[in-house]
């Protein structure tokens, strides 16, 4: 993920975190949610002279890639302890 990738990436997550903090995740349909994304996304397209659909799919790409990178970071750590619970 490049620099500019984090960025942006970081400025929507940003954005969710005020706009969806009183919303259950868990509980919430997706449509709602990224609903209430909707004016951020439409900012950064006006900026960039891009589509929203553009700018979703390009967060949503970048929002799967890097929930794989924490995931793979989460099992190296998880599949290095050892009985006890510590990091070998």
């Known amino acids: ?34 609903q209430q994304l909707k004016p951020v996304m439409e900012e950064i397209a006006a900026e960039n002279g891009e589509t929203v659909e553009s700018v979703f799919i390009r967060y949503m790409d970048l929002a799967s890639e890097r929930s794989v990178e924490l995931e793979r970071k ?13 990091i070998m």
């Not at 984090?6 to 969806?20: C, V, Y």
């Open 1 to 34: 993920m490049t620099k500019e990738d984090a960025e942006f990436l970081e400025r929507i997550n940003k954005f969710a975190d005020e706009a969806l903090k009183d919303v259950d995740g868990q509980n919430t349909r997706v449509g709602y949610q990224l």
């Open 74 to 86: 989460f099992q190296t750590t998880v599949g290095n302890m050892n009985q006890y619970g510590d």
